[in-house]
């Protein structure tokens, strides 16, 4: 083997080495994203239980507002991205986008098919049960991350995912599932979202 072939082999080498070893990034979606819906699930408890005398509709309104917001700090934070050579980072990306993806096409569906009156489950069983997926996905995603770039916190998160999936379906019907869901999304989106956000 020629001396420059052994070279480019040992840059190359040396390269993954670094790619496998960064830290992950963008945790700022997270966080943005994250924060916004927690406090949306937080209002929507409020509201139901009287706590916060204002209509019921106002509901609808705090879980659409935060969505034009949060494409807007996507698209700002993207413009400036630069997932470096890590594997895990290109991991974490991609299961991030898929369920991000995943997640509106459900709840898009969902909601136009009972408008439509094709869809018969009521809105507290549909949109309960699209809560118990969406934690599953981020169970999934995360542990999937974890796997490939080692980092093992990223379990813990996974964890608390599978948790907030458990202590949805069995709130499906009362008003405690906006605490699940605030309580799941805060600790498994805006805690790793800090913990992961770009240096």
Not at 41 to 52: C, F, R, S
Not at 170 to 177: A, H, S
Request: net charge neutral; charged share 10%.
């Amino acid at each position: 083997m020629s001396a420059e072939l052994e070279a480019d082999i040992s840059y190359l080498k040396q390269i993954a080495e670094q790619g496998q070893k960064a830290p992950l990034e963008g945790g700022e979606h997270g966080v943005i994203w994250g924060g916004m819906f927690t406090a949306s699930a937080l209002y929507a408890y409020a509201v139901l239980t009287g706590y916060i005398p204002l209509a019921p509709w106002t509901i609808a309104a705090a879980f659409i507002a935060p969505m034009p917001i949060g494409v807007f700090f996507t698209w700002v934070l993207g413009m400036r991205a630069s997932v470096g050579l890590s594997f895990g980072n290109k991991t974490s990306a991609a299961a991030w986008t898929a369920v991000g993806v995943t997640i509106g096409v459900l709840y898009s569906f969902a909601i136009s098919a009972k408008a439509l009156g094709f869809l018969t489950l009521s809105e507290t069983v549909a949109l309960g049960s699209l809560q118990v997926t969406l934690f599953a996905l981020y169970a999934v995603a995360y542990s999937t991350t974890a796997q490939v770039s080692q980092d093992r916190r990223l379990y813990l998160f996974a964890g608390t995912a599978v948790a907030a999936s458990l202590g949805s379906l069995f709130t499906i019907g009362t008003y405690e599932i906006f605490l699940v869901m605030a309580a799941g999304i805060f600790c498994s989106a805006v805690i790793p979202g800090f913990l992961t956000r770009t240096k």
